[in-house]
């Protein structure tokens, strides 16, 4: 059998490596992406492994090229993002190399950011003073008398406290006080401004005279970059005391005090000084720049590269360290789940990594049998992965168990298509998906958002999607809720053309009549344009597509149980092919596509231009009702000329039809834990009589080895189960199955009412918004192409955006139910663990995303 | 019986070609069988679907109800399409 049909065939291997040639064998093997390696040293904590050191380094390495990384990014460097061929892990003499490089690069960098930081602050206080001297020199040149005075009125203003301090002061020489009024001038932060006028009035009891100016552009910190809005202030006061708490207060606020001289010609001085000084320092900033952008640039380049070695060499060690040391310390040994067919690509991997590390001792590779069950791994190619995920986002398949993932590639987006149904949504639907294709290699490459990430892994389901609602959508006559009349309606009108023209019998709507007016062919393809345009289409339509929901229904179902039959072969459980498959499909075949012979006997034999009255369309009995009947034995009853049974005989076959099928439940119900009872007598008739002990022992082994070999599952089955447990599980399952029949077939009902919603929608959308497009023909014919223009819009967005992209999505649910409930719990069984190979692309892959 | 043979012969015909005869000349290659199973599913299911629409509407129960303008347009725009599928 093909690929995809069952998951492929593993084996467990051990592999035998000199350890020399271990790093490159297992670069090899991660770049092909073949083997799942099983963790050895369970037992052993992740500090205390092999090769943990390594591991570190990796670690260091690792956050190395992130401090680099952000460097680069706060300078705005570009990173050459598209790489056309990674790189491979590096030799171990490159790690030594690169790790060299690595650090060099960070202290490098580290430096440069220092020295431009102390230059920045250097260039920062130079600012500040200027700023300060400039703003200052305003205060100072009003008189300093003045502002004595203006001192002096405020205290007299103040509070009886200060009133006694001010006599104090008044006692000592005034001339003295007067000639000791310091002052100290700095910059705060503007936030920090209104406290530290409150602190400074406070401490001083309102004896300190503050004058402020807002710089009117923002600073840079150096340390982070930041902006930060300070304002420039001075302090008055008088005496020693008070200039000290003032300091402190300052320290305290984190304000910056600069020192300024009292004379005016020197703080003029002072500034040319400091501005000479601020050009120089603005030169040798700008150099610093110039130099971090060069070295920044040229990280730059290899940051990518770097980024992907140092990852898969700090892969590789993780791998390593899930090897075990041989007692010899000759060599590691390995343990991996590698696909059978696979194994040819592992040994070369092996070849190649003593070849390239000149070992002369090649490292082996061994297949060793196991009764672990193995993992699950569908080799699958960019068309049918869209498919395979659906089903293992319900449970990944056992090992070896029949995949339903290639019948899901048709059946999945006919089910859709049958609820989705309309040529001109499908066609869209289809444009959509033909876009993703055409540019499939554009969007590989590139990262894009969840949601966009979700519709282009389905493209191919969507495209298969789309193509099967053209098709249902010629079928079903719709597009864009309108019929198509290619093939001529055979509903003939001319009749009742005729009775109109002649004024006979006028109502407002007129029935037309199978026998009179129908052609007798029917439209041969797809629904006959005349019924769309019908009052009551909705009854026509609705009978036809419930009989075509479950007669689609019956058939996936029985499909469904015919799959459990590969199973039973694959994994020899022929007692199954009896006691659970015949009895099910029978059933079901006995039960419910006797339902859909009923409804295609009905649409042959009832005929209105029958001559046998009882074929007449008055005589028609409800498919419906004489199923209910059948199953609750009820009574068909039925008009004078008519007959309840379609066909002669009727009643009989359907109660033995009836009869057997329930026959089928006690099978299913008792075969296999009696089976189950029989076999296990037999077994403990065999054991007993057994001979010597000896002999015993050496048969059990054997015997063990055997079964465990070829059919593991079952007999670890026989042996811890008791047979209470086998009839309860069986009961369970009987119960649902028998259950389920009818459940599931009513759940195909789906498929008729998603698709009658959508039709209806469709149709809603037409007559309720491009129909009034049209409007009614008037003179002013710019107007209506205005309207006509405005209606399309909003046609068209609705189209889209609800016909197509939600109802869409709801059909896609309701298909994704259909096929998870009702199709696969005939067969299928999920309980597998997915093969989770040892590959760099992947393991890349993943750390992006987290990255993100 | 209002079935024709022509339309039943062709459409059976034509999806008997993909599904049964199309398989037969699938290049050979590791997905092979995929593409057979495509081919016959979707043989199958379209030729079900396309049956079970055309049975549905070959011995009519009841016939649709029209309006009197619709009725009249009817006779004024698809006579001409009516007649030729008449005489056939």
Redesign the interface.
């Known amino acids: 059998?093909?690929?995809?049909?069952k998951s492929e065939q593993m084996a467990l291997c051990q592999l035998f490596i000199q350890p020399e040639a271990a790093y490159l064998s297992v670069s090899e093997l991660g770049e092909t992406g073949t083997v799942q390696f099983r963790d050895l040293n369970s037992d052993v904590n992740y500090f205390q492994r092999k090769f943990v050191n390594e591991v570190r380094r990796c670690d260091e390495m690792e956050r190395k090229l992130r401090y680099i990384e952000a460097e680069v990014k706060k300078d705005g460097v570009p990173i050459a993002d598209d790489l056309m061929e990674l790189p491979r892990a590096p030799n171990p003499r490159m790690i030594i190399d690169l790790e060299a490089h690595l650090e060099e690069t960070e202290n490098d960098i580290l430096e440069l950011s220092q020295n431009a930081v102390n230059l920045k602050s250097n260039y920062l206080e130079l600012t500040e003073l200027r700023h300060v001297l400039e703003k200052t020199q305003v205060f100072f040149t009003e008189k300093n008398q003045d502002s004595y005075l203006l001192l002096y009125q405020q205290e007299e203003a103040n509070d009886s406290i200060t009133r006694t301090l001010i006599n104090e002061e008044a006692q000592n020489p005034s001339a003295s006080s007067r000639g000791r009024l310091e002052f100290v001038a700095g910059v705060i932060n503007r936030e920090r401004v209104p406290s530290f006028e409150r602190m400074l009035w406070r401490i001083s009891r309102g004896n300190v005279f503050l004058r402020q100016a807002e710089l009117d552009k923002p600073l840079e910190d150096p340390a982070t970059g930041n902006q930060i809005f300070k304002t420039v202030f001075v302090a008055f006061f008088q005496g020693e005391q008070l200039k000290s708490r003032i300091k402190k207060v300052c320290t305290g606020f984190h304000a910056s005090i600069y020192p300024c001289p009292h004379n005016h010609a020197d703080r003029q001085e002072m500034v040319k000084g400091v501005r000479t000084r601020l050009e120089d320092l603005n030169l040798v900033l700008n150099q610093t720049q110039d130099h971090r952008q060069r070295v920044l640039h040229n990280v730059a380049k290899e940051l990518p590269n770097w980024t992907i070695m140092v990852r898969k060499m700090k892969a590789i060690y993780h791998t390593m360290n899930l090897f075990n040391m041989d007692v010899t310390k000759k060599c590691l040994i390995g343990e991996c789940w590698v696909p059978i067919a696979d194994l040819a690509i592992v040994r070369n991997c092996l070849n190649e990594g003593s070849r390239l590390c000149g070992s002369t001792i090649p490292s082996f590779l061994n297949v060793i049998h196991t009764n672990e069950n193995p993992p699950t791994f569908n080799r699958t190619?960019k068309f049918?992965r869209g498919f395979q995920n659906l089903i293992d986002a319900y449970g990944v398949a056992s090992y070896r168990e029949a995949n339903p993932a290639?019948?899901t590639?048709?059946?999945f987006p006919?089910l859709f298509s049958?609820m989705f149904g309309d040529c001109g949504h499908g066609f869209i639907m289809t444009l959509f998906a033909v876009y993703m294709i055409v540019l499939e290699k554009k969007y590989m490459a590139r990262k894009t958002s969840e949601i966009w990430n979700m519709f282009f892994s389905g493209r191919y389901i969507i495209l298969l999607m789309g193509l099967f609602s053209i098709?249902?959508g010629i079928?079903?006559n719709d597009l864009f809720s309108k019929p198509l009349?290619i093939?001529?309606?055979?509903?003939?009108?001319?009749r009742?053309?005729t009775d109109?023209d002649h004024n006979i019998g006028?109502?407002?709507?007129?029935?037309?009549?199978?026998d009179k007016?129908?052609?007798?062919?029917?439209?041969?393809?797809?629904?006959?344009p005349?019924?769309i345009?019908?009052?009551?289409?909705i009854?026509?339509l609705n009978?036809?597509k419930m009989?075509?929901s479950i007669?689609?229904g019956v058939?996936h179902m029985i499909f469904g149980v015919c799959m459990s039959v590969v199973n039973i072969i694959n994994f020899k459980r022929y007692s199954s092919f009896f006691l659970e498959f015949l009895p099910q499909l029978l059933f079901l075949i006995l039960l419910f596509s006797y339902l859909v012979v009923l409804m295609?006997v009905k649409?042959?034999i009832?005929?209105?231009t029958s001559e046998d009255i009882r074929y007449t369309?008055g005589c028609?009995p409800s498919v419906l009702i004489t199923f209910i009947n059948m199953i609750l034995a009820g009574e068909e009853h039925s008009m004078d000329d008519c007959s309840p049974y379609m066909y002669p005989n009727q009643f009989i076959l359907q109660k033995v039809f009836f009869g057997l099928a329930i026959l089928c439940v006690p099978v299913m119900l008792f075969g296999k834990p009696l089976l189950f009872l029989f076999r296990k007598n037999r077994q403990e008739r065999r054991i007993v009589g057994n001979g010597t002990p000896s002999q015993d022992i050496e048969l059990q082994t054997e015997g063990l080895q055997n079964s465990s070999a070829i059919n593991s599952e079952t007999t670890d089955h026989h042996e811890t189960e008791s047979f209470g447990e086998v009839m309860i599980h069986q009961a369970i399952h009987t119960i649902e199955y028998v259950l389920s029949t009818i459940s599931h077939t009513a759940s195909y009902l789906r498929l008729w009412a998603l698709s009658l919603a959508h039709g209806q929608l469709s149709e809603v959308l037409w007559n309720m918004v491009l129909r009034k497009g049209f409007g009614s023909p008037t003179d002013l014919f710019y107007l209506q192409s205005v309207l006509l223009f405005c209606a399309f819009a909003a046609w068209a967005f609705f189209t889209i955006s609800i016909l197509v992209m939600m109802e869409g999505l709801s059909a896609f649910l309701h298909t994704l139910r259909l096929h998870w409930v009702e199709f696969m719990s005939k067969f299928y069984d999920g309980q597998g663990h997915p093969f989770q190979p040892f590959c760099f692309k992947t393991i890349l892959d993943a750390e992006d995303l987290e990255d993100q | 019986m209002g079935a024709s043979l022509l339309p039943v012969l062709f459409f059976t015909f034509l999806w008997g070609i993909v599904g049964i005869v199309l398989p037969i000349f699938v290049p050979k290659g590791t997905n092979r069988g995929i593409l057979q199973v495509m081919l016959i599913l979707t043989a199958f299911t379209c030729w079900l679907f396309w049956l079970c629409c055309y049975m549905a509407q070959m011995n009519p129960l009841i016939g649709p109800k029209l309006h009197k303008n619709t009725i009249l347009m009817m006779a004024r725009e698809w006579s001409q399409v009516q007649f030729e599928s008449t005489v056939e």
């Open positions: 059998m093909g690929a995809l049909f190619n049918t290639p019948y590639i048709i059946t006919f049958v098709y249902t079928i079903y009349n093939f001529g309606s055979s509903w003939n009108v001319t009742l053309k109109i006028i109502k407002d709507t007129i029935s037309l009549t199978p007016d129908y052609v007798q062919t029917p439209y041969p393809m797809g629904m006959d005349g019924w345009l019908a009052d009551n289409k009854i026509f009978s036809y009989k075509l007669i689609f058939v295609f649409w042959i009832y005929d209105a369309p028609a």
